[in-house]
């Protein structure tokens, strides 16, 4: 039941968008009363009322008596007063009796003082290693943890590997469905890398095209020596998209633990092969996208030496899902974390 009901909570969270409560975690909450009824809530947008206040106030709003309920919640609930009061507080005085925790709260050394909160009021704690309270917020918790963003690396090549004729001609390999996810990756990150060549090569826009967008574009982060585009009618240029150049005279730590002290919680990298290798081979990618196309160059710039490691066994990941996409590209995500490890 503890499982089916975290599953809840994570679900109401998963409906409220990253860009909603950026840089704040998503949240659910599914409260059970003694009667056995349920009623649940989500932290819905920065600023507003968290989770377990949202769910506590359906309840309340229904009538329902709280005392003795149990509580269901993706996330440790806060202890602290930032923009709205304690969480802990909120359940106290509802008296609850036990509450059930998806993942601890990793963010500034706070993780398990909710817990200590509650168990000074007499109110049981457990918490579960729950896999999708996790995934709800994984670039968060990477970030939190680490001090650097959960980095994502996204390539779209052909059948037979190649991003590019050799003219350079690059746009659209993939199709409508491909470019979708693309740009939900997109509208989950604060900031997107690339490299001057690529951006100039593409006239790339690196935008998020989504109807049901509503957040900041992404800042576009461009990796360079020259701090500067080679003209100024670039498409990029023309959109309100914030355009920062980042000295590839400077290493990628310091740039890392630059993005986050900036808010960078989760960094989409859209680069060509080289760009794209250095991160693969200092091990800073957690996720890779790769988009296949169903369409064959036969010749052309090739991805291929990206993945040119000098052992058999190459990249070692976690774990790897592919979808075939309903425009017939296939989607290959490749983990190369294990949430045991972050949590």
Not at 146 to 154: A, D, E, G, T
Not at 179 to 187: D, E, F, I, P, W
Not at 269 to 274: F, L, M, Q, V
Request: proline share 4%; aromatic share 10%.
């Amino acid at each position: 039941m503890s499982e089916a009901l975290l599953d809840l909570a994570a679900e109401q969270a998963a409906k409220v968008p990253t860009f909603a409560v950026h840089p704040n975690p998503k949240v659910g909450c599914v409260i059970r009363s003694k009667d056995a009824k349920i009623f649940s809530g989500a932290h819905v947008f920065f600023g507003g009322p968290h989770a377990e206040i949202n769910a506590i106030a359906a309840a309340k709003n229904a009538g329902a008596d709280l005392k003795g309920a149990e509580v269901f919640v993706s996330l440790e609930p806060c202890s602290h007063f930032g923009k709205t009061p304690p969480c802990v507080q909120a359940l106290i005085e509802a008296k609850v009796s036990k509450v059930v925790i998806g993942t601890l709260d990793p963010f500034q050394g706070r993780t398990g003082m909710g817990v200590q909160a509650l168990q000074a009021a007499q109110i049981e704690c457990e918490t579960v290693e729950h896999q999708k309270s996790f995934e709800l917020n994984r670039h968060w918790i990477f970030a939190q943890k680490f001090q650097r963003p959960f980095v994502s690396l996204k390539i779209a090549t052909t059948a037979d590997g190649f991003f590019a004729r050799n003219d350079g001609e690059s746009k659209y390999i993939t199709g409508s469905a491909a470019r979708a996810k693309v740009h939900q990756l997109r509208a989950e990150s604060q900031g997107i890398l690339s490299s001057r060549p690529s951006i100039e090569r593409d006239d790339a826009r690196l935008d998020v095209r989504s109807e049901n967008f509503k957040g900041t574009q992404p800042q576009v982060y461009v990796w360079s020596s020259k701090m500067s585009f080679s003209h100024e009618q670039l498409e990029i240029l023309q959109k309100p998209l914030r355009v920062s150049f980042l000295d590839s005279s400077i290493s990628w730590d310091t740039h890392l633990s630059t993005l986050f002290k900036k808010g960078v919680h989760h960094l989409l990298i859209e680069a060509g092969p080289t760009l794209s290798s250095e991160f693969l081979r200092k091990k800073r990618v957690q996720e890779l996208h790769h988009f296949i196309a169903p369409k064959y160059f036969g010749a052309g710039l090739s991805f291929s030496r990206v993945f040119e490691f000098s052992n058999l066994d190459g990249l070692a990941h976690k774990s790897v899902n592919s979808n075939v996409l309903e425009d017939g590209n296939i989607w290959i995500c490749t983990k190369f974390y294990d949430f045991k490890d972050l949590t």
